[in-house]
């Protein structure tokens, strides 16, 4: 059973560039977390979807950040018109339940911005 | 609000020795507390868990307490070895309904000396 895959692992945009991220999450797993890691800082969420619902996205800013998770296919974290401070490690974590702490993460994305 | 955050922000140990690792959290809300580890270029990987109700359990070398007193979550890793090198972040997981949402601390780089 393959964990979770995220793609691209490393994804370098210049300032006003779009960034799509992927996340497979784990077979069986229905729900799909997205978090974003700074340097030297502890991961900070964004955004709690489930297919083809947004449960919470608290922890998304409100302009340029979307995401979706189809019934088909990867989830998506889209970051429109990149600036340097989007410069981080994106992480996604699956979880085969609702409303549990226990998440699988993956190996995480990390977005340069030139 | 809700916070979590550790005392110090790097950990020298012999390899051999114990280990502890300590956290501060702020939401008496939250149902179970985690502990993660992070290597270089990967994502955070499961330790160990403690639900709110408890205060301690124990795995394989690893012992999580818990004081919901003074609201404080530590890690005890047993004859720390080198593989053990890494950032550990505590984490509280705050349910609502059937939203769940992990709040990570900063993380602590534990070095295990030869």
């Known amino acids: 059973n393959a964990g979770v895959m995220q793609n691209p692992r490393h994804l370098v945009r210049r300032r006003g560039q779009e960034a799509r991220l992927r996340c497979s999450p784990m077979?069986?797993?229905?729900?799909v977390y997205w978090y974003r890691q700074l340097p030297e800082e502890g991961l900070k969420f964004m955004v709690y979807l489930q297919k083809e619902n947004i449960i919470d996205e608290s922890g998304m800013p409100k302009e340029r950040f979307s995401a979706e998770f189809p019934k088909e296919g990867p989830s998506i974290l889209r970051i429109q018109q990149v600036v340097r401070g989007d410069s981080a490690a994106y992480f996604c974590?699956?979880?085969?339940?609702?409303?549990?702490?226990?998440?699988?993460f993956g190996p995480g994305t990390r977005l340069t911005v030139l | 609000g809700e916070s979590v955050g550790l005392h110090l922000p790097t950990l020298s140990v012999q390899e051999g020795d114990n280990s502890i690792i300590n956290c501060a959290y702020s939401n008496s809300a939250s149902d179970y507390f985690i502990w993660y580890k992070q290597e270089s270029g990967k994502g955070p990987q499961f330790i160990i868990d403690?639900?709110?109700?408890?205060d301690k359990r124990q795995g394989q070398r690893v012992t999580v307490l818990l004081n919901k007193t003074v609201k404080h979550l530590s890690l005890q890793i047993a004859a720390t070895q080198p593989g053990d090198s890494a950032v550990y972040f505590c984490a509280e997981n705050w349910k609502t309904g059937a939203n769940s949402k992990l709040t990570f601390g900063k993380g602590i780089t534990l070095s295990v000396r030869p």
């Open positions: 403690i639900r709110s109700n408890m």
């Open positions: 077979k069986g797993h229905s729900h």
């Open positions: 974590a699956s979880s085969p339940l609702a409303g549990t702490h226990e998440q699988f």
